[in-house]
Every structure is written in structure tokens, then in C-alpha cells.
């Protein structure tokens, strides 16, 4: 997909007609591809002669899920993060290596 060398990006276009560009931007080449940063204000944008960025204040999601520990995480690292939380709730006592103690039960304790 080849959009040429200039960029126009409009605000809240989905609320209400709009009669000029938000923000004008030409480049020096060609550009081939685009995509925002996720919760950050910029466009970046593939070009014929490499990559550039843009700001384009207010695009960005100002409140993102403060409950998610990392909401980049990839998914190893998201099973990763979830097999520690797991183990976190574990007594650190009942964690052994001794694969003879596993799925045995301590009597003497009550």
C-alpha cells in the first residue's frame, strides 16, 4: 500500500464531519505503511527510505489498565508472571525438591 509523500490526520472524525486536516506532515519519501504507538502520542510511519516518527498530541490513551502489572507483556512473559503469583501463595514449606515427599501427606503434623 503506497499513500505517497503526504499525511493527513484528522480529530474525532467519527463524532462529527470535518472540514480540515488535525495535522499536515509531508515526507521525504514515499510512505508505504503507518501505525500509533500504543498509549503514546505517536505514528509512526514505514517509508522508502526507512522509518520515522511523528507526534500527534492527544491520539494517545491517556488511562490505560492500571490493574495489569505490564500490559506490553508477551505472552511468555504473561505465563511467566503467572506461575510466580501461583507460587507467591504457596507457603514457602510446602515447596520441597525431595520428589519422595510429593503427594505425601505429613501425619504428624495436625
Not at 31 to 49: A, R, S, Y
Not at 61 to 89: C, G, M, W
Amino acid at each position: 500500500m503506497n499513500y505517497g509523500y503526504k499525511l493527513e490526520v484528522f480529530k474525532d472524525f467519527y463524532l462529527s464531519p470535518q472540514t480540515h486536516p488535525y495535522l499536515h506532515h509531508k515526507s521525504s519519501s514515499n510512505i508505504n505503511n503507518m501505525k500509533f504507538t500504543p498509549f503514546e502520542d505517536f505514528l509512526g510511519l514505514g517509508t522508502n527510505n526507512g522509518f520515522s516518527c511523528i507526534s500527534v498530541p492527544g491520539s494517545g490513551s491517556a488511562s490505560y489498565d492500571t490493574f495489569e502489572i505490564n500490559p506490553f507483556e508477551s505472552k511468555k512473559q504473561k505465563r511467566e508472571s503467572l506461575v510466580h503469583r501461583l507460587l507467591d501463595k504457596l507457603p514457602p514449606e510446602t515447596i520441597t525438591i525431595d520428589p519422595n515427599v510429593l503427594g505425601n501427606i505429613d501425619k504428624t503434623k495436625k
